[in-house]
């Protein structure tokens, strides 16, 4: 088992320097900024002591929300407009507007603003992480957004081509025989996309056998159904992403050993706290993702509340690093959807539904019908494919259905997006 290639990339840049050590010098250094720079965090930060003696003081500074964001994005800039490279505004279903979001603004907009020297960071991520499964000569297909200069497909290709990699731009698969044909054409070796996405090509009807050598899953949770299904197809070895844009794009990738996130911590502080007090969790214990930038300059962000849901494994990784492993994201703190005595998120419902064959995508809304709940799925299969296994692997998969109607309805289209998938409660709605 080879050891994730993050332990090197970071060790070098920390300059031998213990990894705590280094991190309480750069978090120093960017409440430093922050309070002299940063209209927002002058104020947040007034009268909060920012000497930390070490890291667990890390406790006493307040958190950044999203909401925070959208009240005021230009406050958090510490540097001139003149430096800002690239300006990404997110819609509330955190997706680049004017693109491919279908979910719609119901919200004021997060705006995140990067230096040429921010998004040099996340290049340099990108070239590490990818050369866990990636090789110089291998060709790879980008299935994101590519082609504004500092858009996540144009960062990667540039990491790629210093990998020594042919990087292949091609966008969202909206059309899987078109993207398929491409992939024979160019003799692909490598898939980076979305996880929906790449499970449209892995259940094209009739398709000619293609094999890969590996497949990266990014931008959303990747169920184990999905990665089963691909991974059958393609006859290769699946990796997953964790990212968002508020990271700078880049937050961890899977080793070989794929037993969790490796995190990019030379640029990245994160934490495990409870979402309703809180308090920062022990090592194994759930609760929501925070994290701090350490060395990003245009828009520092301190403790910054993710909404995702996850833990620190505790267990050492079987590839060896003594970086930590954050436990692959399946759902948000507010995508958490009370049903009965329970909840039901989106990753039960990807866990039962992917699994039946055919089945390429669907939405899923929970309405209040006759003082009963009801799920409405909105189902997009196959040719050949049926709606009743749809409603017998929930029943069988999902403890919660007992709990609610289930109304699945066959669509021939779901449109292309690449924004984060969740659950509709309309229940309690006007």
Known sequence: MNLTPLEPWISDKIDHADLEEYQLQKLRDTLQLAREKSRFYRHRLADVPIDLAGLDDLTRLPFTTADDLRADPLSFVCVSQDDIQRVVTLDDADFPLATLSTSGTTGQPKRLY???????????????????????????????????????????????????????????????????????????????????????????????????????????????????????????????????????????????????????????????????????????????????????????????????MSRFISEPCPCGTHLKMLERITHRWSGRIPVGAGYLTIADLDEALFAVDGVLNFTAALTRENSHDCLQLDVKIADGGKLLPVVQALSKAVPQSRYFDVRVSSVTDIPASLAKRTIIDRRNRA
């Open 114 to 308: 990067f230096t040429r020297e921010d998004q040099e960071l996340t290049i340099d991520f990108f070239h590490s992480g990818m050369s866990t499964f990636t090789a110089p000569g291998d060709r790879v297909l980008i299935l994101l957004l590519g082609e504004t200069p500092g858009s996540v497909g144009d960062l990667l290709a540039i990491a790629l081509t210093r990998l020594g990699a042919i990087p292949i731009k091609h966008g969202p698969v909206r059309d899987p025989a078109v993207t398929l044909d491409v992939m024979r054409r160019e003799k692909i070796t490598v898939l980076v996309g979305v996880p929906t996405h790449v499970l449209s090509l892995a259940r094209y009807p009739n398709a000619p056998p293609l094999s890969l050598k590996s497949i990266l899953l990014t931008t959303d949770h990747v169920s184990q159904a999905i990665k089963h299904v691909v991974e059958k197809r393609f006859a290769c070895r699946v990796y997953n992403h964790y990212g968002m844009t508020e990271m700078g794009l880049g937050g961890g990738v899977e080793c070989e050993a794929q037993q969790g996130y490796h995190l990019r911590e030379a640029d990245l502080l994160f934490e495990i706290i409870d979402p309703n007090t809180g308090a920062v969790q022990p090592d194994g214990e759930y609760g929501e993702v925070v994290f701090t930038t350490l060395t990003r300059r245009g828009m520092p962000l301190i403790r910054y509340r993710t909404g995702d």
